[in-house]
Every structure is written in C-alpha cells, then in structure tokens.
C-alpha cells in the first residue's frame, strides 16, 4: 500500500488570515470560517536520474543511461507536440495538453481581437486517466493509498514543504498565477478534475494542474 505524507493545517479559502501587513492584526472572517484541511506533503523531489534508477531496479534489461535516454527524448518530444496543437496520451497514465491563459477580462469588441495581446501565457495541463484498469482518477488513487500525518515523521519539514502555499488545500487553490512555457508545471492540483479547460478567460477550470 502507498503511502501519501501530509499536514494538518488550519486556513480558510479565499480568506486571508491577517489584516495589515505586519501580519499582527487577525482577520475576524478567517477566523470566523477557518478549518483544518489535510495538505499533502513530499518528501523529496526525484530527477530523471532517480527516476531511471528506480525502473532500472524492477528488473529492467535496460541501463540507467538507457532509460535517462528515452525519458530525455520522451519529455522533448513531448514538448514538440504539444506545440503542434496535439494532445498526447498515455496510456494507464493520462493525457498531455495545453490551454491558454488570457488576460484578466478578455476582449470586449471582437474586432479589437489580438492574440498577441491577449495571450498571457502558454499552461500545460494533466488529465489522469480513468477509464483503465491502472485509474488514477481522484477517487480511485485515493483507495489505492495510505495516509501518514507529517508530525509522526522524525524529519517533520521538507524542502517542497516549505515552498507549498496554503491555497493548494482542497476548496481554496485558485489558478491566477499564468505559467508562461510551463514544461514542468504543479502535479498537485485537482486529480482527476473536469476536463474543460476554460480559454476564455484568465482561469482554468481543467484537471491538475501540471
């Protein structure tokens, strides 16, 4: 059984904790509407390395190098034809694709129309597959695993702890920030989520956002 790390930790989305910005004054609405959510945790970050080391240790006939190889060539290739307008699916994994992040507002007289102006960013986008026998949809990943609270754990923070926002807590993660050639992207987000990506505006309603 898996195992996924996580916090407690106490916020209310879409409310911020403090009102000034010496962060001494508590808002009464957060305080009002605060609750604890459960925040996934990572221990660490694995690089393609580690990942083709891992593989390699499944009994793999393949070298490290081998597997660094087409993962190097798999990710650029990628990258290629998500440019081309394409989609790509894995299959048992998922789907690659790209939205578009628009300015705040849009275009109100379509003869004003210029994507170059209204354009803000390129997003890339994962949607898990669920139709396999491998699902990672939301619901399914989560009876596959197990829950570990991060304050049992002898090394109670971590890097990617640290550098985690509170907003990415379910219900409070808003999408406003615009990745421009996102390649990496946030495997957090919503597993699982709707498959529509909004292009019409600055937020999108897509699934995790990657």
């Known amino acids: 059984m898996s195992k996924i790390i996580y916090r407690k930790i106490r ?3 879409g409310v911020k904790q403090y009102l000034d910005e010496q962060k001494t004054q508590v808002n009464p609405q957060f305080e009002a509407s605060a609750s604890y959510y459960a925040q996934s945790v990572a221990l660490e970050t694995m690089s393609l390395r580690d990942m083709a080391k891992h593989i390699t240790s499944h009994g793999s006939p393949f070298t490290v190098d081998v597997v ?16 081309e307008s394409k989609k790509v699916k894995v299959q048992g994994l998922g789907t690659f ?40 949809s939301s619901k399914d990943f989560l009876r596959k695993a197990s829950f570990v609270d991060v304050a049992t754990l002898t090394k109670a923070k971590t ?20 990745v421009n050639d996102n390649t990496g992207g946030n495997t957090g ?22």
């Open 189 to 210: 987000g919503n597993t699982g989520g709707n498959t529509g990506g909004n292009n019409g505006g600055g937020d999108d309603q897509g699934d995790g956002t990657f």
């Open 68 to 83: 660094i190889g087409v993962l190097e060539a798999f990710r650029s290739c990628l990258i290629e034809q998500l440019l």
């Open 97 to 136: 694709y790209v939205t578009i992040a628009n300015k705040d507002g849009g275009i109100k007289n379509l003869d004003d129309f210029n994507i170059n102006t209204l354009a803000t960013g390129l997003r890339l986008r994962f949607l898990p597959e669920g139709a396999t026998e491998e699902s990672i």
């Open 159 to 178: 890097v990617e702890d640290e550098e985690t926002d509170e907003n990415e807590v379910s219900g409070g993660g808003n999408d406003n920030g615009n």
């Open 11 to 13: 916020t209310a989305p």
